[in-house]
């Protein structure tokens, strides 16, 4: 609930206004019972009919103040909610973007997609029914018994007899209600991965005939998750029909005291009508108190999930440059990264620009792995697992390496090191001398244009897809498409340039996006250029002009290229052989065929037996 509280104080005076314009109002229909009252009891038998139009007129201005000043507030309401949990989720997907890879794999993608909608919602919820409900509920509560106090003190005692059952209700309910809404939360993260996975893979769930394995899968989470809601919600739906039965037993002992005191004279009828709109009154306020408890309780569980995204720790963290002149020129390292977290923190995005990218055309990074070793996961022990060790090799600029290995052999593990998604658990990984956690994100990720292996083509036009943000003139945009050999297909297309690309690429072969990929890379004249078995879906002739137009146009760009096939790699200067993390090979494509035998016997199934061949 801190979290709420901290993003509501740049709200606090048009809260404060909707509060006090929301008090008016209730006090308003808190009004209406007594003005009745009185009309029946001390106007109406006075027969004179001005009279009672005036105080009719007294009551039709009570009604209309009542619904103006409290749509009124209802409003501004509705816009503190809307406003806050726009900032809650701004701050949490800019905090999620900068997670490093082992936070996100921590928290799940289904996880964190869940916190950013589903709890948000909830908090939203809360905003705006603590604000309507939760002010006027009070008031009518408390306002009503002071009232009816004040009209029959006897009757009131019956009524005051029943709110401490009502708050013990109350109170158990909403203590049990977190804990079983947490669990929700956590129903809701399972079904979310679980929808996730099949639909992004629905062409293979269906060509593998297992869409009934999925169904079932699916099945089983969404019962899960089903009998989480059931028992929260049967838990707090208890509170609605015990409050409904003591009150309305109330009700009847009201009724019936209220008919003695009329027929001995005591109170009159007027009273008796007024003191039962009170009780339906405050009927009603108890009941909304308890939906206001409902969603208090759903949003504590949200804003806790939230609460520790933001509140994760960078484990990323900027290292001090040992050398003094290993800094880059206009600062320290320090000053830096406290320029980029400051520019982070106080970023706009309505306001956001586009970066211009400085053309590298001439640079290039030298990459060095000295004994490097990383493991994803801990066992039970909590002993790492490595999934590489001891990877030992050094890239000058403007040279190429190319990574061969099964699947698992750590491939893509050493290009996450590199870039600095993961620290590395042993050893050390530098980018032209120094190491990569003396470099800010932004800093050291600049250096690099990458294409993963299953990367994404956004709902955007192609242009706006390979720009990606940045500021590429049409020129270098066409240059770059040329080279990756995807000009000729984006110039058949309607449009062009300018043809809108479907979500994930719906509309284009699966060659055409990872051509569109390629060439969102290439415009940006990297330092380092990755290409993560970005060239599978491509045939042998359009992978091979593709090495070719990166070696002609970009030779002062280092090339890290992993792929399956020795025919993708084995012109570039160096390769490394992979084999369940370790390094089996290393060196040109002429010293792999007489030295490393796994290498050798690859080329010999790939190329048809001329394994001899350099």
């Known amino acids: 609930m801190k979290l709420i509280i901290n993003y509501l104080k740049p709200h606090r005076w048009r809260m404060l206004r909707g509060f006090l314009i929301k008090v008016l109002g209730t006090f308003a229909d808190l009004g209406l019972p007594w003005v009745l009252a009185y009309i029946l009891d001390n106007v109406v038998p006075l ?21 103006y000043l409290n749509i009124k507030a209802n409003r501004m309401a509705s816009k503190v909610a809307r406003d806050t949990t726009e900032i809650v989720r701004h701050d949490l997907f800019r905090k999620i973007m900068y997670l490093s890879g082992s936070r996100t794999d921590a928290f799940g993608i289904p996880s964190l997609i869940s916190r950013l909608t589903s709890d948000s919602y909830n908090v939203h919820s809360m905003i705006g029914r603590v604000q309507r409900i939760g002010v006027r509920a009070p008031i009518i509560l408390l306002g009503g018994v002071l009232i009816t106090f004040t009209l029959e003190p006897v009757l009131t005692l019956v009524l005051i007899a029943t709110l401490p059952l009502l708050a013990v209700i109350v109170y158990r309910v909403s203590k049990k209600g977190i804990p079983l809404y947490t669990k929700v939360s956590q129903s809701v993260d399972s079904a979310v991965r679980v929808m996730r996975e099949n639909i992004s893979g629905i062409r293979v769930i269906k060509a593998l005939s297992k869409t009934e394995h999925e169904y079932r899968r699916f099945q089983e989470s969404n019962r899960v998750l089903a009998g989480n809601e059931f028992k929260a919600g049967i838990t707090m739906a208890v509170s609605s029909p015990m409050m ?39 009927l009603h306020a108890m009941m909304s108190i308890t939906r206001v408890f409902v969603d208090i309780s759903k949003a504590m569980a949200s804003a806790d999930r939230i609460a520790l995204v933001l509140a994760s720790e960078d484990d990323l963290s900027v290292r001090e440059c040992a050398p003094k002149d290993s800094c880059p020129p206009g600062g320290t390292r320090q000053e830096k990264a406290g320029s980029f977290l400051a520019g982070v923190a106080g970023e ?267």
Request: hydrophobic letters at 40%; charged letters at 20%.
């Open 47 to 67: 027969g004179r009919i001005p009279l009672v139009l005036w105080w009719g007129v007294v009551m039709a201005g009570l009604a209309v103040a009542a619904r």
């Open 244 to 282: 409904n039965l003591i009150l309305n037993l109330g009700l009847t002992a009201i009724v019936v005291v209220g008919a003695y005191r009329v027929n001995a004279g005591d109170s009159g009828p007027g009273r008796i009508v007024a003191f039962l709109s009170y009780f339906t009154m405050i």
């Open 348 to 614: 706009n995005p309505a306001s956001s620009k586009k970066q211009p990218t400085p053309n590298r055309q001439d640079s290039a990074a030298r990459i060095e792995f000295e004994h490097v070793s990383f493991g994803y996961h801990t066992d039970g022990g909590g002993a790492e697992k490595l999934c590489v060790k001891d990877i030992d090799f050094k890239i000058m600029p403007g040279e190429s390496l190319g990574i061969l290995g099964a699947t698992g052999s750590g491939k893509s593990t050493i290009v996450n090191l590199m870039m600095r998604f993961y620290d590395v658990s042993g050893g050390c990984v530098k980018i032209d001398g120094r190491d990569v956690r003396e470099y800010t994100p932004q800093d050291l990720r600049q250096k690099f244009a990458v294409v993963f292996q299953n990367d994404t083509v956004f709902n955007d036009s192609l242009a706006e897809n390979i720009r990606f943000g940045r500021e590429i003139s049409d020129e270098a945009m066409e240059q770059a498409a040329k080279d990756a050999c995807a000009y000729d297909f984006i110039m058949e297309k309607e449009g062009a340039f300018s043809h809108e690309a479907a979500i994930g690429g719906a509309n284009l072969s699966g060659g055409q996006k990872q051509r569109l990929l390629i060439t969102r890379a290439l415009a940006g004249r990297p330092e380092i250029l990755i290409l993560d078995d970005s060239s599978s879906a491509l045939d042998y002739k359009t992978d091979a002009r593709l090495r070719q137009a990166v070696r002609n146009g970009y030779a002062g760009t280092t090339v890290v290229m992993v792929a399956q096939r020795v025919s993708s790699l084995m012109g570039l200067d160096h390769i490394l052989v992979l084999e369940d993390g370790e390094v089996i090979g290393y060196g040109t494509h002429g010293e792999l065929i007489q030295d490393c035998e796994v290498y050798r016997e690859i080329y010999e199934v790939q190329m048809g037996g001329m394994g001899t061949a350099v």
